[in-house]
């Protein structure tokens, strides 16, 4: 009998040993499935600057996959809805369809053409980046800026883009190729390795011209017990 007390009770050890842990143990399975699909935070200040200075959508979505610091690839659609109004996606292509899915969309931009010379853009995050909305920005025909804006102020001007360019499967491989270049030679302008389920934060400093840009501060954590930052009113 007691050789088959201590069988039983040996059985019992190593049973236990094989099972995982119960679901209402903090350590286990509830711990993993809050690491999981945790996007990275992108910094909005910079994709606004690319926007800015881009020459066309493949300049524009090299730009943003240099700021974005996650494993994914991210595409852009890019559609004149009129002669005055344009709209730029930022989007996760996960099924491959090479269309906007709700769910995958990163950022919308909308460009609008408001006068002789000028005109103002806003962007908007949608998702995990929903919080972020920028003030409207002012563009004008003096300013520096790449020609994908600068084309809609042209003498003559017509919507190039009334068939929206979309980022392809053979673009996407294309991008991910150039990013992984990018990353290598510049090693020291990412803050944390890139890893899209890490949970970790990036950003940068959310201003532009000493004027707040709203929401470029995504992610900035501060060290346990460090004092809060204190703002001073002018």
Same mark, same amino acid.
């Given at each position: 009998?007691?050789?088959?007390?201590?069988?039983?009770?040996?059985?019992?050890?190593?049973?236990?040993?094989?099972?995982?842990?119960?679901?209402?143990?903090?350590?286990?399975?509830?711990?993993?499935?809050?690491?999981?699909?945790?996007?990275?935070?992108?910094?909005?200040?910079?994709?606004?600057?690319?926007?800015?200075?881009?020459?066309?959508?493949?300049?524009?979505?090299?730009?943003?996959?240099?700021?974005?610091?996650?494993?994914?690839?991210?595409?852009?659609?890019?559609?004149?809805?009129?002669?005055?109004?344009?709209?730029?996606?930022?989007?996760?292509?996960?099924? $491959?369809?090479?269309?906007?899915?709700?769910?995958?969309?990163?950022?919308?931009?909308?460009?609008?053409?408001?006068?002789?010379?000028?005109?103002?853009?806003?962007?908007?995050? !949608?998702?995990?980046?929903?919080?972020? !909305?920028?003030?409207?920005?002012?563009?004008?025909?003096?300013?520096?800026?790449?020609?994908?804006?600068? !084309?809609?102020?042209?003498?003559?001007?017509?919507?190039?883009?009334?068939?929206?360019?979309?980022?392809?499967?053979?673009?996407?491989?294309?991008?991910?190729?150039?990013?992984?270049?990018?990353?290598?030679?510049?090693?020291?302008?990412?803050?944390?390795?890139?890893?899209?389920?890490?949970?970790?934060?990036?950003?940068?400093?959310?201003?532009? $011209?000493?004027?707040?840009?709203?929401?470029?501060?995504?992610?900035?954590?501060?060290?346990?017990?460090?004092?809060?930052?204190?703002?001073?009113?002018?």
């Amino acid at each position: 009998m007691k050789k088959l007390a201590a069988l039983v009770a040996v059985s019992m050890i190593a049973l236990a040993g094989c099972q995982g842990p119960s679901e209402g143990d903090p350590r286990g399975n509830k711990r993993w499935a809050t690491t999981e699909n945790v996007n990275v935070p992108i910094d909005f200040d910079k994709v606004n600057k690319a926007y800015e200075q881009a020459e066309g959508p493949e300049d524009f979505e090299k730009r943003v996959n240099e700021i974005y610091e996650g494993d994914e690839v991210v595409s852009v659609a890019v559609q004149d809805l009129d002669d005055k109004t344009q709209v730029v996606t930022g989007f996760f292509d996960k099924n $491959g369809s090479g269309t906007i899915d709700e769910p995958e969309k990163i950022f919308t931009i909308r460009r609008e053409v408001t006068g002789e010379g000028s005109g103002q853009y806003a962007t908007q995050g !949608h998702g995990y980046y929903a919080s972020y !909305h920028s003030p409207m920005m002012s563009i004008a025909s003096g300013m520096l800026m790449g020609a994908m804006l600068s !084309h809609a102020f042209s003498p003559g001007y017509a919507p190039r883009y009334t068939q929206p360019y979309t980022t392809d499967q053979a673009r996407r491989g294309e991008l991910r190729s150039q990013r992984s270049q990018y990353r290598a030679q510049n090693p020291g302008k990412y803050s944390q390795p890139a890893k899209s389920k890490s949970g970790r934060s990036y950003g940068g400093s959310g201003r532009r $011209g000493g004027a707040p840009r709203g929401g470029g501060r995504f992610g900035i954590r501060r060290a346990p017990g460090a004092p809060r930052p204190v703002r001073l009113s002018a």
